[in-house]
């Protein structure tokens, strides 16, 4: 197994009692999140939310500063725009059609551990830090054999 399929995932899940994966994303009352490994789990902390109301643009901006580190968000539903934003900060949005308990999603994640998502989530992060490709593109020479 290489080291980067040993490493440790973080993993939230949208709850109402950081024992049941039983809410939605835009609107659950707090996100539990798990460190997790082919051989362990552990809780690294719950944030709760507060309500800002149904619309309010602060409900998601927290919930998305929350999961920047995670690679996965376990939940029942998320809207396709809140779904593109997690995307696009390097967090995949897993739904899962009905309540369950936390526990067994960790056992299930495990039993499935995904070592070349790991490679690719790390292979990912190593894209972030690195300068804009197209502005790297833009400021490179440009061969002129096709002219």
């Not at 919930?63 to 996965?72: G, I, Q, T």
Request: aromatic share 8%; hydrophobic share 35%; charged share 20%.
């Amino acid at each position: 197994m290489t080291e980067l399929a040993k490493k440790n995932l973080k993993i939230a899940f949208a709850s109402s009692n950081q024992t049941h994966l039983d809410e939605h994303f835009g609107s659950c009352r707090q996100l539990t999140i798990y460190s997790l490994s082919p051989e362990s789990s552990s809780h690294l902390q719950t944030i709760e939310f507060i309500s800002h109301g149904r619309l309010h643009p602060q409900k998601i901006n927290d919930r998305l500063v929350a999961l920047k580190d995670c690679f996965a968000v376990y939940c029942l539903a998320c809207g396709n725009p809140v779904r593109q934003q997690l995307l696009a900060q390097g967090t995949r949005v897993v739904i899962i059609s009905k309540a369950q308990l936390i526990d067994n999603l960790l056992r299930q994640i495990q039993a499935n551990w995904p070592g070349e998502i790991a490679s690719r989530q790390a292979r990912q992060s190593m894209r972030k830090k690195e300068t804009d490709y197209f502005a790297q593109l833009a400021e490179s020479e440009w061969d002129d054999q096709f002219s």
